[in-house]
């Protein structure tokens, strides 16, 4: 700016400007803003250092130490008082740095971010509660499905009128006895709801040598494959919207969960749950390449693209997957927790309370 103080009179300011590769309004001086500065202003509505000092006197004196200024002021005013407005009255407060809460506030909470990576089925287990209505309006059946991370398999589902610890303890308790998953093998991923965060079922958990992760409170992308079932459950064509009753949906449950596991699954090259879970990924992949083969044998002009490979399932699965873990972040590192049960056939437990 020094420069254009100093620029000859014959020489535009504009192209000054763009010779210093400066914006033309900064070539001119805010005397608008200068003369603010200079001369301050005072409002003439404002109290005076006086009618101040009185209105915090109000404000400190022991009738009022507890009192909210809309207290103050309608009481005042109900005196036949009338010294300042409420806005003002928080005005002079925070002015003051004594406009803040009485007490103690709980800092924002920082929860983890959680990280799984699976390799093989049994290694972590999702799980979540929805709600299913009855023919009775604002009476809701409770659902608890547990999903296999790896293989989308429906490991174990109940159906109940309650929602609450003691029934998920009970299904955990079937249904991995009826896996026969040994301790220290499985991961369970969970929200933050009432059953997932009581005392009773973290000290079954525990006892039964199971490692427990949770979704940050609000974020349902934590827990994207037991949320994506579930839509996958109430946009089945033969899900009836609403359920007479317990044994209603029960029996429904036990038609759809057999079929939801024996189901081509997108998510794993068209493979079904049970071809994941019980390991027939192989057998199943050589079969349709087989029939692969021999329609390219027949008609190769129809693959543009050459011979074609039957895609297989993902050999990794992972909740929020990361390259390197953060500090402070949850990484369950493919393989750490090898599996040590034989994934059986025999269908679902048979939980129904």
């Given at each position: 700016?020094?420069?254009l103080?100093?620029?000859?009179?014959?020489?535009p300011?504009?192209?000054?400007?763009?010779?210093l590769g400066?914006?033309?309004?900064?070539?001119?001086?805010d005397?608008?803003r200068?003369?603010?500065?200079?001369?301050?202003?005072?409002q003439?509505?404002a109290l005076t250092?006086?009618?101040?000092?009185?209105?915090?006197?109000h404000?400190h004196?022991?009738?009022?130490?507890?009192?909210?200024p809309r207290?103050?002021?309608a009481?005042?005013l109900?005196?036949?008082?009338?010294i300042a407005?409420?806005s003002?009255?928080?005005?002079?407060?925070?002015?003051?740095?004594?406009?803040?809460?009485?007490r103690?506030q709980?800092?924002p909470?920082q929860?983890?971010?959680?990280s799984?990576?699976?390799?093989a089925?049994n290694?972590?287990w999702?799980?979540?509660?929805?709600?299913?209505?009855t023919?009775?309006?604002?009476?809701?059946?409770?659902?608890?499905?547990?999903?296999?991370l790896?293989?989308r398999?429906?490991?174990?589902?109940?159906v109940?009128?309650?929602?609450?610890?003691?029934?998920?303890?009970?299904?955990?308790?079937?249904?991995?006895?009826?896996?026969?998953?040994a301790?220290g093998?499985?991961?369970?991923?969970q929200?933050?709801?009432?059953?997932?965060?009581a005392?009773?079922?973290?000290?079954?958990m525990?006892?039964?040598?199971?490692?427990?992760?949770?979704?940050?409170?609000r974020v349902?992308?934590?827990?994207?494959?037991?949320?994506?079932?579930?839509?996958?459950?109430?946009?089945?064509?033969s899900?009836?919207?609403?359920f007479?009753?317990a044994?209603?949906?029960r029996?429904?449950?036990?038609?759809?969960?057999?079929?939801?596991?024996?189901?081509p699954?997108?998510?794993l090259?068209l493979f079904?749950?049970a071809?994941?879970?019980e390991?027939?990924?192989?057998?199943?992949?050589?079969v349709?390449?087989t029939a692969l083969?021999?329609?390219?044998?027949?008609?190769p002009?129809?693959?543009?693209?050459g011979?074609?490979?039957?895609a297989?399932?993902?050999?990794?699965?992972a909740?929020?997957?990361?390259?390197?873990?953060p500090a402070?972040?949850l990484?369950i590192?493919p393989g750490?927790?090898a599996?040590?049960?034989?994934?059986?056939?025999?269908g679902?437990?048979?939980?129904a309370?």
């Amino acid at each position: 700016m020094s420069a254009l103080s100093t620029l000859p009179a014959d020489v535009p300011r504009t192209g000054a400007c763009q010779a210093l590769g400066i914006p033309r309004h900064w070539c001119y001086p805010d005397t608008r803003r200068r003369t603010r500065a200079q001369s301050p202003k005072r409002q003439p509505r404002a109290l005076t250092p006086a009618q101040q000092a009185e209105t915090l006197d109000h404000l400190h004196s022991p009738r009022f130490e507890d009192a909210a200024p809309r207290q103050v002021y309608a009481t005042l005013l109900s005196e036949g008082i009338r010294i300042a407005s409420i806005s003002t009255m928080y005005r002079l407060l925070r002015a003051h740095a004594e406009n803040r809460p009485r007490r103690a506030q709980r800092p924002p909470q920082q929860h983890v971010k959680p990280s799984l990576a699976v390799t093989a089925p049994n290694q972590a287990w999702t799980w979540d509660i929805t709600k299913l209505p009855t023919l009775t309006r604002g009476i809701y059946l409770s659902l608890y499905v547990i999903l296999d991370l790896f293989s989308r398999y429906v490991v174990g589902w109940m159906v109940s009128r309650k929602e609450n610890a003691g029934l998920a303890k009970h299904l955990f308790s079937r249904v991995i006895a009826h896996h026969c998953i040994a301790p220290g093998s499985l991961i369970v991923h969970q929200d933050r709801g009432s059953p997932m965060i009581a005392h009773t079922f973290i000290e079954l958990m525990s006892d039964l040598g199971v490692t427990r992760s949770y979704s940050r409170p609000r974020v349902s992308n934590d827990n994207p494959f037991s949320e994506s079932q579930f839509k996958t459950l109430k946009f089945s064509p033969s899900y009836p919207g609403r359920f007479v009753d317990a044994d209603h949906a029960r029996g429904w449950g036990q038609t759809f969960f057999p079929y939801y596991n024996q189901r081509p699954h997108e998510g794993l090259a068209l493979f079904t749950p049970a071809d994941v879970f019980e390991d027939r990924v192989d057998a199943v992949s050589a079969v349709r390449q087989t029939a692969l083969d021999t329609h390219y044998r027949a008609h190769p002009e129809r693959y543009v693209n050459g011979h074609p490979q039957v895609a297989r399932p993902p050999e990794q699965v992972a909740i929020n997957p990361v390259d390197a873990a953060p500090a402070g972040e949850l990484l369950i590192e493919p393989g750490a927790f090898a599996s040590t049960s034989t994934p059986v056939s025999t269908g679902l437990p048979d939980i129904a309370i």
